[in-house]
């Protein structure tokens, strides 16, 4: 198999095109823990919260690893442009906020029902749907513009997508996941 730039595939091409992005990856992804750690008070006064955090974040990850999935193969087979009326940049785009408009309050139901179950409940269940629901569909919008971004930036690195998006996406809804979800919490309690 051949990479983007013509080179066979090695553990040398691999590390030379996803080192670099790992190590900074890395250093903001701790950066998104110091900023968690800065809303310690109010995720203790709010357990169903405190759930919502890792759920909010990972599934807000594997939406755009999913549409990151989906416009690197789009970009193998040559049918990805970047032309803002594309119809499989548009099509996917809209799925990753279908998706999230329905996955976010399960999410929020689900964590208000732990919070439940544990004896734990603080927040009505509809704010805890709310703000997950708000968060996700922010987080959407986020992972969309990174996944977009990032393809593109591949693109004109002449890096393959594969080997970079799908960590910058993720790492972007970990430290954007916490950003939004308080954004939320702000709106709603």
């Known amino acids: ?81 970047f032309r803002p009326r594309n119809e499989q940049l548009g099509g996917h785009s809209l799925a990753t906020i279908g998706l999230a408009l329905t996955l976010f309050p399960l999410v929020g139901a689900g ?25 996700g569909a922010g987080l959407a919008v986020v992972a969309i513009l990174a996944t977009v971004l990032t393809t593109y930036g591949a693109y004109r690195a002449e890096l393959d997508p594969d080997d970079v998006v799908i960590p910058v996406v993720t790492v972007t809804a970990d430290v954007f996941g916490v950003v939004m979800l308080f954004v939320a919490v702000a709106l709603f309690t």
């Open 1 to 81: 198999m051949q990479a983007a730039s013509g080179q066979y595939w090695s553990f040398r091409s691999l590390s030379r095109a996803t080192l670099p992005t790992l190590l900074l990856l890395t250093v903001v992804a701790v950066g998104s823990g110091l900023l968690l750690g800065t809303f310690e008070a109010v995720l203790y006064r709010y357990p169903s919260l405190l759930i919502l955090v890792p759920v909010t974040i990972g599934t807000a990850g594997n939406l755009g690893s999913l549409l990151a999935s989906r416009l690197s193969t789009a970009f193998h087979l040559g049918t990805l442009s």
């Open 111 to 135: 964590a208000w029902i732990l919070a439940l179950v544990t004896g734990r409940v603080v927040l009505p269940l509809w704010k805890v749907v709310a703000i997950a629901t708000v968060s």
